[in-house]
């Protein structure tokens, strides 16, 4: 399965970025595919969801988060994140002050896509 790649759910696309389990180079190049992707769509229109489960983070993979958030602040609409715990949350909360987004942590897919398909 791709690790960037859009679903519906409930009939509303989300774009999914799954980051599980990422080794630090992947992590990267996931966000810059998604990025591509994300930039693509009409402002404020994209939902994302994000499994970060078990992802690594290093400081390379920090900086591409907050360049990330910060170049697709623009298209988002709201963002849901899975697995962000620990440093992941720290990045992640590190990020959405940086981009001046919001990003909602939950504790399971099925909840953060509920969430988003009612997210304005």
Not at 45 to 73: E, G, M, Q, W
């Amino acid at each position: 399965m791709q690790k960037c790649h859009t679903v519906k759910h409930k009939g509303i696309e989300i774009v999914v970025v799954d980051l599980a389990n990422a080794t630090p180079d992947q992590s990267i190049e996931i966000m810059a595919t998604a990025s591509i992707m994300i930039s693509s769509r009409p402002a404020k229109s994209v939902r994302i969801f994000t499994d970060a489960t078990n992802a690594t983070y290093t400081t390379a993979v920090l900086s591409a988060l907050k360049n990330f958030t910060t170049h697709n602040s623009s298209f988002v609409r709201a963002s849901a994140v899975i697995g962000a715990d620990g440093i992941r949350a720290l990045a992640l909360a590190t990020a959405a002050k940086v981009s001046g987004r919001k990003i909602k942590v939950f504790e399971n897919r099925e909840q953060a896509l509920d969430w988003l398909i009612t997210a304005n």
